[in-house]
């Protein structure tokens, strides 16, 4: 079983959660999988498009009676083109429907940018034309409004940077419980961690594995399970390069959420609270940061709210 983070509103977020995006038609059965390795966390979104997929899984297990609604974390984000704040609300219940769940326990803002409604979801090519000017302040509000009806247990933000978070703050009259961002050992968001820490804002880790089915494809950081003074490290503890990799992402108080739809590394990738990683392997680790990221999309970086253009 995981372990868990307090959030600054006293609930608990277990640390290690699974990730769906591109799970596909496999996505059912991996949650099931996931529920039974001990998995309590699922990191989903709108964007998605398997939040169906996810709470059939999920509903099959209450049904079996392995776990109940109250025992298991389920995320899901606001996407891009409908950050207005009218369109909060109504996109929230869109999910739940979706899911077909009664509330989510934590719903976030999925980027800072905003598109125009009508724009493609992804509209590279359509730049700067589809760039919405809603600021994520005014979605906040429909977000506070979110848990003010019992949608959501909690709030948070995703893909943020430093200065983001500080302006959000200002004007929010709940405070997000998290900032949702890529880390791995080729970004490890170290800054950004000790910043939001003060804040009483966790961090939550996405793209831990480097994504590593895109290993070679040119623009890519090379995934650092693929590493081979990383395989070294995990023969010592006998433990994969994943298992590695995960355990010096949560060292880091961090909480993070792999992505597999393979039974066997499901399971592989929560178990990794067995050992303690020598100070000079962390320090190998900490040695690969390079602030490099797989989701830094360059096509919307004259964005006003494009995250990535200071350092964290
Ligand atoms: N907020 C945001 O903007 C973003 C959020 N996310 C979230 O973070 C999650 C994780 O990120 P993601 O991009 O999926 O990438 P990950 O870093 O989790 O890598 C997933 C890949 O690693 C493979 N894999 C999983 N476990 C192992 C293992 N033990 N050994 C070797 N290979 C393994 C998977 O294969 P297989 O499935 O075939 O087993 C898959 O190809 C997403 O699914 C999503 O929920 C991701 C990106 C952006
Ligand atoms: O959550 C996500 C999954 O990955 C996508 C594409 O790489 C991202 O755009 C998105 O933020």
């Known amino acids: 079983m995981s372990k868990t983070l307090k959030l600054n509103n006293g609930r608990d977020m277990p640390v290690i959660g699974l990730g769906t995006y591109k799970g596909g038609k496999e996505t059912a059965q991996a949650v099931k999988d996931a529920i039974d390795a001990g998995y309590r966390h699922f990191d989903c979104a709108w964007f998605y498009g398997n939040e169906a997929d996810v709470g059939e899984g999920i509903r099959e297990k209450i049904k079996e009676g392995v776990i109940k609604r109250e025992d298991v974390f389920i995320t ?13 609300v109504p996109m929230c219940k869109k999910s739940l429907k979706e899911f077909q769940l009664d509330y989510l326990d934590l719903f976030l803002i999925h980027w800072p ?6 724009a493609s979801y992804w509209p590279v090519g359509q730049c700067p034309e589809a760039f919405s000017d809603v600021d994520f302040t005014e979605t906040w509000e429909g ?9 959501t247990k909690s709030i948070g933000i995703s893909n943020f940077n430093s200065q983001q978070i500080s302006r959000l703050l200002e004007s929010a009259k709940i405070k997000p419980v998290c900032n949702q961002v890529e880390c791995n050992p080729n970004v490890n968001q170290k800054k950004l961690i000790k910043f939001c820490a003060e804040k009483n804002i966790v961090i939550v880790g996405y ?4 994504r590593v089915e ?7 950081p090379y995934p650092t399970i693929l590493d081979k003074h990383v395989l070294a490290i995990g023969q010592k503890y006998n433990k994969t390069p ?3 990799v995960l355990n010096y992402l949560v060292s880091l108080g961090i909480a993070v959420i792999p992505k597999s739809i393979t039974k066997s590394r499901i399971i592989e990738n929560i178990n990794i609270f067995d050992f ?19 989701c830094h999309f360059p096509e919307f970086q004259d ?10």
């Open 242 to 244: 994943a298992q590695v």
């Open 76 to 88: 899901s984000k606001l996407w891009c083109n409908f950050m207005a704040k009218d369109k909060v």
């Open 207 to 210: 793209c831990p594995l480097g």
């Open 143 to 151: 977000m506070e409004e979110c848990v003010r009806q019992g949608l």
């Open 214 to 220: 895109n290993a070679g494809i040119p623009g890519y």
């Open 303 to 312: 964005h006003k709210n494009y995250p990535f253009n200071i350092e964290f």
């Open 113 to 118: 940018f905003a598109f125009k409604e009508d």
């Open 276 to 294: 303690k990683l020598d100070e000079e392997d962390v320090a190998y680790l900490d040695s690969l940061n390079k602030n490099d990221r797989i």
